[in-house]
């Protein structure tokens, strides 16, 4: 008997249910990427990341932050961070999935509420779970459930703090938070507001600052933005309050164990904040790209969402995965999600417009779309 028959057994039944992921290429068109803004092979950040090795900065850092991995890259990143987002300070890590089950994990204090929309991204629920507070789920974008779970805890004796944790743009629906009455609920109920701006930062927001920007460098909210998707680069930032950021390095276990990222990405992303506020025409040319996908691509049944990403809800898990080969074999990177990336009965292909595609790709794409839905 071979001992690990019994991840067969689970694989086996992931190809049943037409849910078995594999790893393949990157090929066709983009269509699938989180590089919003076009960034990643910027002649900017590569420039930056050159200028910074001429002048000695590492390529690993050696060590965690608190050993001897910290380094001036870092925090001048931290420190232009917090300044360009409009938080008193930001702490980086080497993920934005890192740096969200850090914030959960460490923050939320045993005797505590963490409510959730029930659509927060799996680094959430990481972090959830490693938590020592109670946590519910509440229905999404609805603020009445938010309250309502905040409500029904206190009058079950719940005395410690609520902490109520959101998206801004939801990944794989592209709506948006509630954020002006979660806000209200924060208030009215002494509550800690996170906020994770993964998909907003960059595209959203004054000079691409989030979503949030509005209500950055208050007391009771937090904000994660990561440099991965539309800043083009690698890591994350959490921005809040500065006794925030200093129990974070104390208490943070995913932080104080983690080797540092590498001080060349920090330097990558501090050129990738200078692009945000330099170049706000890369923000005018993917809305602009959005407004003609929205047009293009409705006849497929997309629907509009007011955002870069827009979904094909087809439901069955196979059937999306047949249109998303039939689309890739054509040319065009779309990828299908599938459970339990998305809720049972959801799965659907994720269309992402990014500056790497343009209006003619969209076209072209729509007519494939149409083919392989017939």
Partial sequence: MNR????????????????????????????????????????RLADAVREAMARGVPIGSG??????????????????????????AALT????????????????????????????HASAHEGIKLSRAEYLSATHNDPNAF?????????????????????TLYSMDGDQAPLTALAEIADRHDAMLLIDEAHATGVFGPKGQGL??????????????????????????????????????????PFIFSTAPSPLMAAAARESLRILADEPQRRDALWALIAEAERLLAPCGVAPTGSQILPLIIGDDRETMRVAEAVQAAGFDV????????????????ISLTLNASTADVAALAEVLKGALA
């Avoid at 028959?5 to 594999?22: H, I, K, P, V, Y």
């Avoid at 060590?63 to 938080?87: D, Q, T, V």
């Avoid at 990828?335 to 994720?350: F, Q």
């Fill in 147 to 167: 309250e309502g779970a905040i409500l029904r805890w206190r009058r079950g004796g719940g005395t410690g703090r609520p902490w109520i944790a959101v998206e």
């Fill in 4 to 43: 690990l028959d019994f991840l067969q057994t689970d694989l086996a039944r992931l190809s049943e249910q037409g849910r078995r992921r594999a790893l393949i290429e990157r090929r066709g068109h983009d269509f699938a990427s989180n590089d919003y803004l076009a960034l990643a092979a910027s002649p």
């Fill in 63 to 88: 060590g965690s932050r608190l050993l001897r991995g910290n380094h001036a890259e870092h925090e001048a990143l931290e420190a232009e961070a917090a300044a360009f987002f409009g938080a008193e």
């Fill in 93 to 120: 890590f080497s993920s934005g999935f890192a740096a969200n089950a850090a914030l959960l994990a460490t923050l939320p204090q045993r005797g505590d509420l963490i409510v959730h929309d029930e659509l927060v």
């Fill in 212 to 253: 949030a920007h509005a209500l950055e460098g208050r007391d009771n909210v937090i904000s994660l933005h990561t440099f991965g998707k539309a800043m083009g680069c690698e890591g994350a930032a959490i921005c809040g309050p500065a006794l925030v950021r200093d129990f974070l390095v104390n208490r943070g276990r």
């Fill in 335 to 350: 990828r299908g999600i599938r459970p339990p990336t998305v809720p049972a009965g959801t799965s659907r292909l994720r």
